[in-house]
């Protein structure tokens, strides 16, 4: 199972859910986990994944699953296996899910943080018997054995095993976004913008959870995916399958290969913005650049249409348009999704703002580190300030590290819990490389932008098929 699947076969399973539950079934099934029926997720990719086996004329142990297990627990059962079991009763050693891992599948139910019971039963009986439980805790209390001791000996007596946790969370909160005043902005290959939030449930006095607590959370704005990251938080946003890498094939089609020739035409597009609306910036400039409209889903599209049949397309360039009009619109066509989606994110922040929508972004990623034209564009687009700190460097990994150190500092208090309560109580410092302001005169103009890119979307979608 891989979340970045997108393959023709999938696609198909996902109509045939959406045919089998209907449209309110899946609406349902959206509010209660939080993500919409998509190749990326694990129902319709196990789905398929068992038919493949049903069709086989006899069932072999080794197409057989016993247990479902993400990369990470697999290897950590081999390395807390006891020294006197076998390999084989090694290799069955099952470890359960944590709340982030099991979200991330879309089987979670996000407001009770179990398997979603509707959602369970659109798979086979072999395979809901093969999940794994889910664990609260994300501390696993095992010692690692001998053999692997013996490897690694500076991990025999000290070393402390944690649950696998979701790589958008852990880029948050290394991003320093741990909190409902912080949008974290990450653009790489991919592109997503998040939020973290407390859970309203947790309020309810009872450990219990019942309707009145269920309905405390808010509804998640269709486009949006909203996964659990423990008992005390959720991850709130969106995500797209391309953004630095839609300039990578751009500057490939462009044959910019030649880091002198994409410099250049960065610098083109940089002066451009910065120059083209300075007479008129409340509208697109119907010479050149305006006319440019850029629909980036070259593998697909995830939030906010979540369509896997989607492809990309640029409209209006003739024989006029240069390779930095081109690139420009390229630059264009994820901001402006990216826009739409923090759009729908600050609907939901602002239940926990006291009503407002004061929000800063937080950039990170290698695609917007080297690129401050970017995150002008996406300072603008949105309305909001871009702040990129100075660890924006590693997110991902810097997350993973606050976590880990976050649940041994509590332990060393005497208060041992590995469930990450109290993780986001306190803001960390910001200490800001580069802030690009947004101008509130380039709202019409990026309106205008947002507007013609949602009517070539609606344009094109009918050949999505």
């Avoid at 190749?39 to 069932?59: F, N, V």
Wanted: hydrophobic share 35%.
């Amino acid at each position: 199972m891989s979340y970045a699947c997108n393959s023709p076969e999938i696609s198909k399973e996902c109509q045939t859910l959406k045919s089998k539950i209907g449209l309110a079934g899946a609406k349902n099934l959206y509010k209660r986990t939080g993500t919409p029926i998509h190749s990326c997720y694990a129902l319709p990719q196990l789905r398929h994944h068992y038919k493949k086996l049903s069709t086989l004329a006899q069932q072999t142990s080794a197409t057989k699953v016993h247990k479902w297990q993400t990369i990470g627990s697999i290897c950590l059962s081999r390395w807390i296996a006891k020294d006197d079991i076998t390999s084989d009763e090694s290799s069955s050693l099952c470890l359960p899910f944590s709340l982030s891992e099991a979200s991330w599948t879309g089987l979670l139910n996000y407001r009770t943080c179990e398997w979603d019971e509707e959602a369970v039963k659109l798979l086979p009986k072999e395979c809901i018997d093969a999940l794994p439980p889910i664990s609260s805790e994300m501390e696993i209390f095992y010692k690692i054995n001998s053999a692997y001791g013996v490897r690694w000996p500076e991990m025999q007596n000290h070393c402390r095993f944690f649950l696998g946790m979701g790589d958008g969370a852990c880029a948050n909160v290394g991003s320093k976004c741990s909190t409902s005043k912080r949008i974290a902005v990450t653009i790489g290959t991919s592109a997503a913008a998040r939020i973290c939030l407390p859970c309203p449930i947790l309020n309810c006095p009872q450990s219990s959870l019942d309707k009145e607590c269920v309905s405390s959370f808010p509804d998640i704005p269709l486009g949006l995916f909203c996964y659990r990251i423990s008992k005390y938080h959720i991850l709130l946003g969106g995500a797209l399958t391309d953004g630095g890498s839609v300039i990578e094939w751009a500057r490939s089609l462009l044959n910019l290969l030649d880091d002198d020739a994409f410099n250049e035409c960065m610098s083109n597009i940089t002066a451009k913005y910065a120059t083209h609306l300075s007479l008129d910036k409340t509208r697109c400039d119907d010479t050149d650049a305006g006319k440019l409209t850029c629909v980036p889903f070259l593998s697909g599209e995830r939030s906010t249409g979540f369509r896997t049949s989607a492809s990309g397309c640029i409209s209006g360039f003739n024989r006029n348009t240069t390779p930095s009009l081109f690139l420009g619109s390229c630059l264009e066509g994820v901001t402006t999704r990216i826009g739409v989606i923090i759009d729908l994110i600050l609907c939901v922040a602002v239940c926990c703002n006291n009503g407002e929508k004061d929000c800063t972004i937080i950039t990170s990623g290698t695609a917007l580190q080297h690129n401050k034209v970017w995150r002008q564009m996406i300072a603008d687009c949105t309305g909001k300030n871009v702040m990129m700190d100075e660890s924006a460097t590693e997110s991902t990994s810097r997350g993973v590290v606050r976590f880990v150190a976050f649940i041994l500092n509590e332990g060393t208090n005497g208060n041992l819990r590995s469930d990450l309560a109290g993780f986001d109580d306190k803001e960390e410092q910001l200490y800001a490389i580069d802030i690009c302001r947004s101008d509130s005169a380039m709202n019409g103009y990026w309106k205008e932008k947002i507007l013609a890119q949602e009517e070539l979307i609606t344009a094109i979608s009918p050949v999505w098929q």
